[in-house]
């Protein structure tokens, strides 16, 4: 559909005593169709004031009324209809130039053909300066990526200053946005901020399309397959999701989250730069009221918000999501259980079935919980100590050895070593087995500190325990085998006195040795 010369202003614009090439020019109209209004208005003894009162739209059918039947031979279109329409899942121009001509009465109407209708409805589209949405269709796909722009955390007495970097996700149809802070880019990170995003949109995509980063794609060749890494795929097996990374070097590719992050840094972080934030979860907070007001707050050129549209368009349209979120996880391989049935992760045990003793098994670390399986199948499942605990056990009772299963160790059996060694030593070891809940639990504790006897002589371990009573309630490995191996025991041999009965059980030393004789 050509668009129609603007046949009033152009005689209005004569009457004011404009010539045609001045008109043309200001105007940045075609010097013909100025030129052809002149002498189509002079054949018919037109001018300005037989259209000052006219509309533009009756002045050009006054002066072209061939041209005006032949536009108006067609049936319009309801093209705020066609344009809403086009937005649904499976829709197309064809069909709905389909529909459109299964509607018309051809004895009465004419209706356009299908060429004549698509750029019908293209003039129609940029007329009211409407983005289309063809090629973002509602619930297909999500686009993702870190921000460019970052945020910062100071601590309130030191000074110092943490990056805070912004994950990002957009869909594309609804523009509904996503935006998360975080104190790291990693790989667990990049994961876990994926199952947070999905529980906020309540729904997932058949697509996921985020940018090329080494924390999900492996490589991506400009020709043949691209290979992700496993955690990454396993996260899209979950959601059922195709993960697509967009083009290299082409951002428009994923154009609506390119976008939205510029958007975001204006929204959010330009927002909130004049805010210092002491903690994470302040930051994290402010960011979370920050995109809520992004979401709610009305387009300018486009009716509703992101969040009206998303709530009645396109949420009913995402798919439901998986009863469980996808866990990030990491696996650590041949981690030998050891003689009290526990095998260590991170300075604390866990008990495995004792048939496993001395052979190897795998781990699958979650943000809770700790997994062990030995033959690919699962035989153990214990929740996961905080960073924070040390040394300490979690034990399954059924895990534990019977009696006579136990044949190449047991509490009696290393009880009666620790008294072969001598007295201070069998306080060592029973104080060892004190402290334990179950008593499997101190076998490796007690052999580890009764084989130090091999290594240096029973004579020196003997010493060496009675050393540590004097500063340790309850002495370790570690403790016996620092005044080892810097010889203390054999500097403190000739000035240690008889040991006391009683309840305070311990080595005196004489008054020489702390006296400072022995520096003379």
Known sequence: MA???????????????????????????????VCEVFDLADAAGIDYKDVADKSEEEAYRLLFPDRNLAASIYTEPDWEYVH??????????????????????????????YGRFCRAYRDFTLAKQFTCHIDHRPAERIECDWSGPTMRIVKEYTG????????????????????????DMKQDTWLKCHVRM????????????????????????KEGDIILNEAYERLGEHYLCAIMPAPVGK????????????????????????????SFDTLRAAVGRALDDFNTEPFQKRPDSRK???????????????????????????????????????????????????????LRITDTTLEIYHDSARISTHRLFPPYVKNAYSTHEGDMPDGSRYVEWDAERILDWAKKTGESTAVVIGRIFAGVKVKEQAYNPSLSVLRLGKKYSPERLERACAMALLKVSSPRWRHLSQILESNQDKAAEDTRVAWPTGKDEGYVWGADYYGGERDA
């Open 3 to 33: 668009k129609k010369i603007r046949v009033r202003l152009i005689l209005e614009l004569r009457a004011l005593g404009q010539s045609r090439s001045a008109i043309a020019r200001t105007r940045n109209m075609s010097k013909t169709s």
């Open 84 to 113: 809403r329409e086009l937005s649904k899942v499976g829709v197309t121009l064809r069909l709905l130039h389909e529909e459109y001509v299964a509607g018309i009465d051809v004895t009465k109407d004419t209706p356009m053909g």
């Open 160 to 183: 110092e200053v943490t990056t805070v970097y912004l994950f990002v996700a957009t869909l594309p149809y609804s523009q509904y946005s996503y935006v998360e802070p975080t104190l």
């Open 198 to 221: 999905y529980r906020f949109y309540q729904g997932s995509t058949p697509k996921l399309v985020p940018d090329n980063l080494k924390t999900g794609v492996i490589r991506h060749p």
């Open 251 to 278: 951002p428009r590719a994923k154009a609506s989250v390119e976008g939205t992050v510029g958007k975001v840094a204006t929204a959010i972080i330009a927002r909130l730069r004049n805010y210092e934030f002491y």
């Open 308 to 362: 009206v549209i998303f709530e009645s368009q396109e949420r009913p349209l995402l798919r439901p999501l998986p009863a469980l979120d996808f866990e990030v996880c990491d696996w650590i391989y041949r981690r030998k259980v050891n003689l009290d049935s526990h095998l260590i992760y991170q300075k604390n045990r866990y008990s495995c079935p004792s048939t496993l003793i001395g052979r190897e098994v795998d």
